[in-house]
């Protein structure tokens, strides 16, 4: 069982950044993708697969935040960033922190969460 703990929510203005942490404990030799998913608060919004990163460096984005949102990795920490810049009203979602042992494109193979860490931006 892996632990995934996020830090780094908050709240900005369109335009701002952010940038989120994952840190992964518990056992972590099966894991070789984090990803981190997002979900608005609307009633009925699903879960949305924004970006992963390969133990490898490997690293795949939803067409919605490239050019603009970063996924990094200290593996020696057992820490996942993502940098969020240029951040828009749309972007406003809860952020989760996931883990998954392949595929790491792949958003259906995530099945350890995190709790979660609040992202809003103002216009």
């Known amino acids: 069982q892996v632990q995934l703990k996020e830090s780094g929510g908050g709240s900005v203005q369109a335009g701002g950044s952010l940038r989120l942490s994952c840190v992964a404990s518990?056992?972590?030799?099966?894991?070789?993708?984090m990803g981190w998913f997002r979900q608005s608060r609307v009633p009925g919004a699903g879960r949305e697969g924004v970006?992963?990163?390969?133990?490898?460096?490997?690293?795949h984005y939803a067409d919605s935040v490239k050019g603009r949102f970063t996924i990094s990795q200290d593996n020696a920490k057992n820490t996942v960033y993502l940098q969020m810049n240029s951040l828009k009203p749309e972007d406003t979602s809860v952020y989760y922190c996931?883990?998954?042992?392949?595929?790491?494109?792949?958003?259906?193979?995530?099945?350890?969460w995190g709790q979660g860490t609040q992202v809003t931006v103002s216009s």
């Open positions: 970006a992963s990163i390969h133990t490898g460096g490997a690293t």
């Open positions: 996931a883990a998954a042992p392949y595929l790491c494109g792949d958003w259906h193979e995530y099945n350890q």
């Open positions: 518990g056992y972590t030799d099966n894991v070789n993708c």
